[in-house]
């Protein structure tokens, strides 16, 4: 193993000087120039170290140096990219600072000749620094490779994977050297043929790369920030006790673990405050970032709250607080919507306040939001604050400091609401970005609450249009009914005292009864009216009951002889048979009578219904005929034929036309053909 540790850095040395030397020519690259100076602080680190081995303090801050170069590196390429680098400057400092302590105590110990010994303390300290830079180096690694685009991964991928293989070796052996108190140098062979690796991976990226970009997740940031802070907090928290334990007295061995104890009960009391994380969040976004807000994170967010409901989800109105309130981090807020000129409050989300009955404001306030303002109650409640505006506000929410802002709902100039936000437990100022992304979100938002109103407007109109269709309905089947009990009555001054006369009248009365009862269980919307299973009927009575009523008004012929069958609902058979014959009398002149006969065609049976009167053209037939309220009859509804067409089609049957203007008209409506009775089909 010796000589496989002595070779390999030997190797790597001569290659990683090699690679500089042909990398020269692009020097004035800010990444090249990076790449250069690694190389060459990877080649002195390799050299010292086959020369004087792993645990020379020669060799420890030869690595010192290599640590800092590639992190210079890795910072390079990140500012290559163009994107906000500031985001992750606080883990570099980190790693930065981890370096310089390794360092410094490398450099300690090669200019102090006490110190070729150390004690096991500091030799533990400047392992567990070395454990924490590993981790970070691999945190930053990490973070490079998912934020380069996918075009440029073929680039910068080699190398990043090669330095995550070397921090990764590192990692492992500084842990062995930690557990066991003295340095493992068995397993520091391993490090020479990384170093041997990587420089064709590095020669091969330089060969590929024609520029990286890298786009930075500021999720990652935040996590990649606090991963490296806890880790530089438990390297110092380490090696602060195992200094203490070194320069103690007596009670050395317990300070360790007093120590440790008592940071992390510190750490975990701070970071478990809700306004702790809270202000952290702010301060992270306010310095590190160029911008507030994660734009692209905001807005998936904000529209999955209005957008995507899913399953025992609260209504929109809540919905809409809660999008609105978590831009800025509140922690509850009030739908306030229009009545009128002014305002009342509606929807609520996690307001941990009482709120007055509905009025909220009058007509001013609606005027100020109306306009788009964001109302900051805090600068109304300054001395700084505008008086008009201030006096516009109700006095109630003047009054409530945890009332924090008005954000106005404005949809093509028309003012749909407004949320009224709780103070965030983090109070701070509006800037222009909370301006223009709560304006932003308020107009998105009040479209959303400008659609759901349409929508409930029409579901309230098809309502109305589904109550006056069955009432167009019922009034066209009324019209027929009073007429043909107007003719009976006006027949009953004549021949009221024939018995065939009475009979007759009789049965008209009872059949006119039992339609208008359907009409009325029609005209509910939780009846369908009157309805059976279709099964075998036989056509003839069917057409006969139809001629006998209606032939009072008009002549009507019947033809053809009994034992035709068809699939139906005898009630709503003889109804569109109803509505067919009597549009064919009133079309015919007085004198010419309207012919009704059965037929059959394959596997249907029909009812012919035949007149003379003035036809149709194709036109109407094909456009108008079926359509509800288009009729050429004065007076008439033009429902008929539409109410006819859908009774036939929802038994399986259809309705076909044969007219021609001067030649009058056939109907025909074809229904299934059955052999005789007893045959159903399912429900």
């Known amino acids: ?126 392992f567990a620094l070395r454990m924490v830079f590993a981790v970070g180096a691999l945190v930053a690694v990490h973070n490079l490779y998912i934020a380069t685009a996918a075009g440029a991964r073929a680039g910068v991928g080699l190398p990043l994977a090669a330095l995550g293989a070397l921090w990764t070796v590192d990692l492992t052996f500084y842990a062995l050297c930690w557990t066991q108190t003295q340095w493992v140098t068995e397993f520091a062979a391993a490090r020479g043929i990384v170093a041997v690796v990587l420089v064709p991976l590095l020669a091969l990226s330089a060969q590929r790369n ?61 970071m478990l405050s809700v306004r702790t994380r809270a202000w952290v969040t702010v301060m992270l976004a306010k310095h590190l970032f160029a911008h507030r807000y994660d734009y692209r994170a ?22 809409v607080v809660k999008a609105i309130a978590d831009i800025v981090h509140a922690p509850g807020g009030v739908l306030l919507r229009p009545t009128g000129e002014a305002l009342s409050t509606g929807a609520r989300w996690e307001w941990s306040t009482l709120l007055p009955p509905l009025d909220v404001g009058g007509g001013r306030l609606s005027e100020i939001l109306a306009a788009g303002r964001i109302i900051e109650l805090d600068a109304l409640r300054s001395e700084r604050g505008d008086a008009g505006e201030a006096a516009a506000i109700p006095e109630w929410i003047m009054a409530d400091t945890s009332a924090w802002a008005i954000v106005p709902l404005v949809h093509i100039d028309r003012l749909r609401g407004a949320v009224l936000l709780e103070r965030p437990l983090v109070s701070r100022a509006f800037d222009w970005e909370d301006f223009d ?28 249009d589904e109550f006056n269709r069955r009432f167009a309905f019922i009034m066209h089947d009324i019209k027929n009914l009073v007429s043909q009990l107007t003719l009976v009555t006006r027949n009953a001054e004549r021949h009221a005292n024939k018995p065939e006369f009475r009979a007759d009248m009789i049965a008209t009365l009872q059949s006119s009864t039992a339609r208008m009862n359907d009409l009325l269980a029609r005209l509910s919307q939780h009846n369908t009216g009157r309805s059976e299973e279709p099964r075998a009927v036989e056509l ?66 029909g009812i012919e219904i035949i007149d003379r009167g003035p036809g149709m053209t194709s036109d109407f037939v094909n456009g108008s005929l079926f359509k ?44 299934p053909h059955v052999q005789g009775p007893g045959t159903r089909i399912a429900a």
């Open 540 to 605: 003839g009575g069917v057409i006969a009951t139809v001629a006998r009523a209606l032939r009072v008004r008009h002549p009507v012929v019947v033809t053809g002889g009994p034992g035709m069958f068809a699939l139906a609902d005898p009630g709503r058979l003889e109804q569109a048979l109803s509505h067919l014959v009597q549009n064919a009398i009133d079309a015919s002149p007085k004198a010419e009578p309207v012919t009704l006969s059965t037929v059959r065609q394959g596997g249907e049976t």
């Open 1 to 126: 193993m010796s000589g496989v540790f002595v070779w390999s850095h030997a190797l790597a040395a001569a290659l990683f000087a090699a690679f500089a030397a042909w990398q020269r020519v692009s020097w004035r690259d800010r990444a090249s120039r990076a790449v250069i100076a690694a190389c060459l602080a990877m080649a002195l680190w390799t050299g010292v170290t086959a020369a004087l081995g792993v645990a020379a303090p020669a060799s420890q801050l030869a690595e010192s140096i290599r640590n800092f170069a590639w992190l210079s590196f890795l910072y390079a390429l990140l500012r290559r990219g163009g994107s906000d680098h500031r985001a992750l400057g606080v883990l570099y400092a980190v790693l930065a600072f981890a370096a310089a302590g390794n360092g410094a105590i490398d450099l300690l110990a090669a200019i102090t000749p006490a110190l070729d010994d150390p004690a096991p303390a500091l030799l533990l300290s400047a």
């Open 437 to 464: 992304l709560l304006r932003l979100a308020g107009r998105q938002v009040a479209s959303y609450l400008a659609e759901a109103n349409a929508q409930e407007s029409l579901i309230d109109a098809a309502r109305f």
């Open 210 to 270: 024609n520029g990286w970009t890298i786009r930075l997740s500021r999720t990652v940031a935040f996590r990649s920030v606090g991963l490296v802070a806890a880790l530089a907090y438990l390297g110092i928290v380490m090696a602060s006790a195992f200094a203490l334990e070194a320069f103690s007295g007596r009670w050395a061995h317990l300070l360790p673990a007093l120590v440790l104890v008592t940071a992390a009960l510190l750490i975990g009391t701070i």
């Open 298 to 319: 905001e807005w998936l967010r904000f529209t999955d709250t209005l957008g995507i409901p899913g399953p025992g989800a609260p209504p929109l109105e809540v919905r």
């Open 628 to 671: 509800p309220f288009a009729s050429t009859k004065a007076g008439g509804f033009g429902v008929g034929a539409y109410e006819a067409r859908a009774i036939v089609a929802a038994m399986g049957g259809h309705i076909a036309v044969r007219s021609a203007p001067g030649e009058g008209t056939c109907m025909t409506l074809w229904l």
